[in-house]
């Protein structure tokens, strides 16, 4: 039995810039982090010879291509096409469905790394390679409107600077010390409210093609985006770990004019109400509905938070960043490998 796991992603600012729409003109930058908070995924060889996948819904084929869960079925297409049947279950700390943490990569990033661990790469598995073999399913299998950066930060771990421009992403971690002063502050000033997206808008309230288009016709504030960045890295690779709260601000501000549908809705006006109290708060994904990352100016002031959120009837997590990467442990090796013969060389690209 193998248990495969990624963290899921809070960005900062810049998003937008690491669509490849806008990267293959102008460059893009994304800082972001980790959570400490996971999904996790159990898999081992099936009984029965059956696939067998739990998670929001249960399937049961005769083979992987009639599975619906898309990036199970093109991720072992992809890269492990004659893999014997596998029972598997997903698991979330936090609720996964169009949340803005960034699930459905966390959940792509860990499911390619077990993949790569059962076709030979163990010991060598690499962040670099499980986020270009996620990357391929994501946007170039299953063709999806989206940005690299989620993938990147579920397959890295830590908290990065990413760069995107037409020669290939590049991961910049901050430095060790400036890592564990901002987990540090997050678990003492942050935390994750979630509020829910809005029946009236479930299933439709994320356009990536709009907010594509939004992005590269709003130019100027994009590129203020990817300023607030580089920034944003710096001053806290430099120490200047409150300026997190600056950063998520004026994130937010940014983001309501580049993204002006984001910011509407009934999450949207949390946002601002929580704003208008003295927090600093901005909606994680890119829609109208999900986790708000909410930074207190100071570390007395939880009691305040606790109270809105009760008010409200929002439930909230603080959380830190996590430094473990997308990876799968062996839990078990009670397997006859005659009975399920693992791939001695890894897939190619």
């Known amino acids: 039995m193998w248990l495969f796991s990624a963290p899921y992603r809070v960005s900062i600012a810049g998003g937008g810039s690491d669509i490849p729409a806008w990267f293959k003109k102008d460059m893009g930058a994304v800082f972001g ?82 993949l790569l661990h059962l076709t030979g790469w163990r010991e060598d598995l690499l962040p670099e390679i499980v986020a270009l073999h996620a ?21 890295y771990g830590g908290a990065n600077l990413l760069i995107f421009d037409k020669e290939g992403p590049e991961v910049y971690p901050l430095n060790s010390n400036a890592t564990e002063a901002l987990s540090q502050y997050v678990l003492e000033h942050c935390a994750l409210i979630y509020a829910p997206e809005e029946e009236t808008l479930r299933g439709s ?20 985006s990817v300023c607030l960045a580089i920034e944003t890295y710096n001053q806290i690779n430099t120490g200047n770990t409150e300026f997190i709260y600056e950063a998520t601000a004026a994130a937010w501000e940014i983001k309501k004019k580049n993204h002006a549908t984001s910011s509407s809705g009934d999450a949207g006006k949390i946002v ?61 090796t009670s397997i006859e490998m005659g009975s399920f013969p693992l791939a001695n060389q890894p897939g190619s690209m």
């Not at 159990?42 to 249960?58: G, I, K, M, T």
């Not at 309230?205 to 203020?224: G, H, P």
């Open 33 to 114: 982090f980790a959570t400490k908070q996971r999904l996790y995924g159990l898999a081992h060889p099936s009984f029965d010879r059956q696939w067998l996948v739990r998670y929001r819904a249960e399937e049961k084929c005769d083979c992987v291509e009639k599975i619906n869960h898309d990036i199970i079925r093109e991720s072992v297409a992809a890269f492990y096409s004659d893999c014997p049947p596998l029972e598997i279950s997903c698991h979330g700390e936090l609720p996964g469905h169009n949340t803005g943490l960034g699930a459905s990569s966390a959940f792509s990033a860990g499911f390619c790394s077990l």
């Open 272 to 332: 601002d109400e929580l704003r208008d109290k003295g927090f600093a708060a901005r909606l994680c994904g890119g829609g109208r509905g999900g986790f708000i990352f909410t930074c207190l100016k100071h570390a007395k002031d939880w009691d305040r938070l606790r109270s809105f959120c009760t008010d409200h009837s929002l439930n909230f997590r603080n959380t830190c960043v996590g430094l473990a990467p997308a990876k799968t442990t062996l839990l078990s």
């Open 135 to 155: 990357a391929k399913v994501e946007l170039g299998k299953l063709k999806r409107d989206m940005g690299l950066q989620e993938i990147y930060t579920c397959s």
């Open 205 to 224: 309230f994320k356009d990536f093609t709009q907010n594509i288009a939004s992005v590269c016709e709003q130019q100027e504030l994009t590129r203020a």
